[in-house]
């Protein structure tokens, strides 16, 4: 019989973000995932995954918790936010200062300059293990079934919905671990965020645990708006992410490049890892995905691609103003109006 593992964090409000998959808020209550990032690092030569996942949520829960999937038992540890920041930083589109001139509207040069910018069984729980980490209480659980499972979490004020049951039962099917989260809330706040936590973990295939339950709470979508997942993928070479096993997932690639070693070494400090943990972390690809419903009906699933090929955001080009027209045309035809003016000048003065 496989044996569920699971990983609690204790109650806790603070400031910054955290891991979100599956929201199990109380019944008849709301919580929704407002934005969320996601750092993944793959070790193909140990198949070992390091997840870092940071959100928010809206939410008129006074707390809630949620719960991640993963393949194996992970390894929880502390990780710093500033790795976003940086990350962010890396992949920021360059921004090169240009000149043009205030004048000659008229001409059609500038046009062009301005276009390309725009273009530009059982019943068992047994406590595995006890934890505090990140300023957080880890409580590592085993238990037998889905029963049990949900018996245990609403025993210790999780709710254990329908919903969730089927969002469950493929990786109980499967024999992947779940890790239950607890997240309480400040009463007057709508925007809840936690501190960043790393998840590390041996798995076949990296992995971004994007599947949903199916909520029929109206409240949710209204909750949710306009959502943003922004995923940073380190791995040993450009990859590309598939909905399942070969399903399009909307994520669109926004920036992929090799890192260099200095990259590699502040993004280990800030992500506190060992000194190999990105040794083959050979490409930095970004993804962006605006989906909103998302497709949630599997995970997200990485993988090499063959395209080779460096990709970068648009140059932001920031323009200063110029008083005197800078278009060769326009001095063209201003010697062609003033020359015979001058010639005819310059023979006066001669005589």
Request: charged fraction near 25%; aromatic fraction near 10%.
């Amino acid at each position: 019989m496989k044996v569920l593992k699971l990983s609690l964090l204790g109650l806790a409000l603070s400031a910054g973000p955290i891991v979100a998959c599956a929201v199990a808020p109380h019944a008849n209550q709301a919580v929704a995932i407002a934005d969320e990032s996601a750092i993944i690092i793959w070790d193909a030569a140990s198949k070992t995954e390091h997840f870092i996942r940071r959100a928010s949520f809206q939410t008129g829960a006074k707390d809630f918790g949620f719960l991640v999937p993963t393949p194996s038992k992970p390894e929880l540890a502390e990780a710093s936010d500033a790795a976003f920041k940086y990350l962010a930083e890396v992949t920021a589109p360059r921004v090169v200062n240009a000149t043009r001139s205030t004048q000659n509207p008229g001409c059609g040069c500038g046009a062009k300059s301005a276009n390309l910018a725009m273009m530009a069984p059982g019943n068992k729980v047994e406590v595995l293990e006890e934890k505090r980490v990140a300023g957080y209480d880890a409580v590592v659980l085993a238990a037998d079934d889905s029963a049990a499972l949900g018996k245990w979490l609403k025993d210790h004020d999780y709710e254990f919905s329908p919903a969730l049951t089927e969002w469950v039962k493929p990786y109980l099917t499967a024999g992947w671990k779940i890790t239950a989260f607890k997240i309480a809330k400040d009463a007057e706040a709508a925007t809840v965020a936690t501190s960043a936590v790393r998840m590390t973990f041996k798995t076949d295939k990296p992995f971004y645990p994007y599947r949903e339950p199916q909520s029929t709470l109206p409240s949710i979508s209204k909750l949710t708006g306009s959502r943003l997942l922004r995923v940073y993928f380190l791995g040993d070479a450009k990859s590309k992410g598939n909905l399942g096993e070969s399903g399009a997932w909307p994520g669109r690639l926004v920036w992929a490049k090799p890192p260099t070693p200095f990259q590699r070494d502040q993004l280990r400090n800030k992500l506190n890892l060992s000194e190999d943990a990105l040794r083959e972390a050979n490409w930095l690809t970004e993804f962006e995905d605006h989906s909103s419903p998302r497709p949630g009906t599997d995970d997200v699933f990485f993988a090499a691609t063959d395209d080779k090929t460096p990709v970068e955001r648009p140059v932001i080009t920031h323009y200063a103003a110029r008083s005197f027209p800078d278009c060769v045309m326009c001095f063209a035809l201003a010697a062609c109006l003033f020359a015979p003016h001058i010639g005819r000048w310059m023979r006066r003065y001669r005589s």
